[in-house]
């Protein structure tokens, strides 16, 4: 079972790669997709006989799980209106960094002993996919109007800076104190990564979502490939760096065609002076 | 497991792949490409899967449970939008011309 589950891993990854290639060309991006598809269908049915699965209440809670999610999903994506789309985007994009995040919570809460390299990556994929799930959920609640206006205050980079400090500080310990990092510790990281993506979104405005959406999407890809690797799957670790590497180039395109730096963005009221 | 540099030529080799599969992108399909690699990055519930399957206290059970739960919702939802774009995107091409 296990060389099956292999081999439905590699022929995912190449789909993924496939579809991506063919949804950047006018002419198969509809076909890109479909192949995509068929390599997520293929990978994620065959994670289901997967020997690291057990106990029929964690399969329950599997399905409710999927079922609940992707109803919702289905039901949300199904009615959304066609200019509405980026924000969904910026929805479902920051579930996917909340998912790597939890995966992450999972393997630092069980308190099994990780070798060193395994337990920073844990870390950093952790605060990279909790920051885009916060920082996406922003992005989702300004462009769908719940959330009006910039928020400015004196300082706020200064803020913003010492917020992430403290967290990479938080983390840091946590990778480096093999089993021995309080449980406080741990929610106090997760606690200051969710806040940091929210404090890094919230000043930026409406116009240049976008560009920040797909900044999130890169970071939710990176995210899930190093979880890919804590947990030993090549499959996400393929699939979440190749969305990484895409994302972040595509971040700098879309940023280009708008005319804007990415530093321009992320920091545009540094200062006061820049103009936009 | 994957361990050290075999690791280290995974990432790196899938970076240089993320980066040239699409680096000749028109304008007009970034913002559907970005919902296709939105979709792809769903992958993700896989791995939420196996982290909810070997969970064994009730907070395991609860975190993974919402790690599924986001995950399953970043795949349907992603290929719903994604594939809805890029209809659209065949259908006014057509029309069009």
Known sequence: ?276 | MIEGFVALYIFMLAAFTGYEVISKVPVILHTPLMSGSNFIHGIVLVGAMVALGHAHTGLEQLVGFVGVLLAAGNVVGGFIVTERMLDMFKASGKGGK
């Open chain 1, 1 to 276: 079972m296990n060389f099956v589950i292999q081999a439905a891993y590699f022929v995912a990854a190449i789909l993924f790669i496939v579809g991506l290639k063919q949804m950047s060309s006018p002419v198969g991006a509809r076909r890109g997709i479909l192949w995509a598809g068929a390599g997520m269908l293929v990978a994620v049915l065959v994670t289901f006989f997967s020997p690291d699965i057990h106990g029929v209440g964690n399969y329950l809670l599997m399905f409710l799980a999927i079922g609940i999610g992707g109803g919702l999903a289905w039901w949300s994506g199904k009615r959304v209106a066609m200019t509405d789309m980026p924000q969904m985007i910026a929805l479902y994009n920051g579930m996917g960094g909340g998912a790597a995040a939890a995966i992450a919570a999972v393997e630092l809460i069980r308190y099994e002993p990780m070798s060193a390299d395994v337990q920073a990556i844990a870390v950093v994929g952790a605060l990279i996919g909790t920051m885009a799930f916060s920082g996406s959920l922003i992005a989702f609640a300004k462009l769908q109007g719940l959330l009006k206006g910039t928020v400015r205050y004196p300082q706020q980079q200064m803020v913003n800076l010492a917020v992430f400090g403290i967290t990479v500080l938080f983390g840091a310990i946590i990778a480096l104190s093999g089993t021995d990092y309080a449980g406080i510790l741990l929610f106090l990281f997760f606690a200051l990564a969710l806040a940091f993506g929210v404090l890094m979104t919230l000043p930026i405005g409406g116009a240049d979502m976008p560009v920040v959406i797909s900044l999130y999407n890169a970071l939710t890809g990176l995210a899930v490939g190093f979880e890919g690797f804590v947990l030993g799957n090549p499959a996400m670790m393929i699939a979440g760096i190749v969305v990484g590497a895409a994302g972040s180039l595509l971040t700098q395109l879309m940023a280009k065609a708008m005319n804007r730096s990415i530093r321009n963005v992320l920091f545009s009221n540094f200062g006061g002076g820049s103009a936009g």
